[in-house]
């Protein structure tokens, strides 16, 4: 079974860092400065792969998975991923998809977006990486997580 690597990106842009109330290690909290805890989430994506869906059904694509991971129900979310190819002066947008929030799967946890994938032209050699972002409602409240990009640009044969 091939391994696909996951890059986890601790993506507390969702809710930004008290580091004012934080506290110093070693020090007790006073009670009377206690704050609540903030969720933990995250955006994780993997690496661009050649999809075995599509190779079992005798077409050449890849793809790339991502997900939305909170310690706290999340709502609405807006999962968009996108595949990039390496260029010589830039790097260019092959696909790009993005989670309906209205559907029952962008409420939970863990929200996926398994979607992004792209059929090859031909066998060309290229580099490409993946990028991951969202918006969600968490505790009633809007919050962005910033763009998360696979941690490795991967060299397939998939020209796009």
């Given amino acids: 079974m091939r391994k696909i690597f996951t890059h986890i990106a601790l993506c507390l842009g969702l809710y930004s860092l008290n580091f004012i109330s934080a506290p110093i290690a070693g020090a007790l909290p006073l009670p009377s400065t206690k704050t609540p805890e903030k969720p933990l989430c995250r955006i994780e994506i993997d690496y661009v792969h050649p999809s075995t869906y599509f190779r079992n059904k005798g077409i050449a694509a890849i793809k790339v998975n991502a997900r939305s991971v909170c310690d ?10 996108q595949i990039f190819k390496v260029g010589f002066l ?31 032209k ?16 968490i505790a009633g409240q809007k919050v962005q997580a910033p763009p998360t990009r696979s941690i490795r640009i991967t060299t397939i044969p998939c020209g796009t």
């Fill in 72 to 81: 706290v129900i999340q709502q609405e979310v807006i999962l968009t991923v």
């Fill in 90 to 120: 830039f790097d260019h947008l092959v696909r790009s998809t993005t989670t309906d929030a209205n559907r029952p799967s962008s409420t939970g946890l863990r929200v996926e977006n398994n979607q992004t994938s792209a059929r090859c």
């Fill in 122 to 137: 031909d066998s060309k050699v290229t580099k490409y990486y993946g990028i991951a972002f969202a918006t969600a409602v």
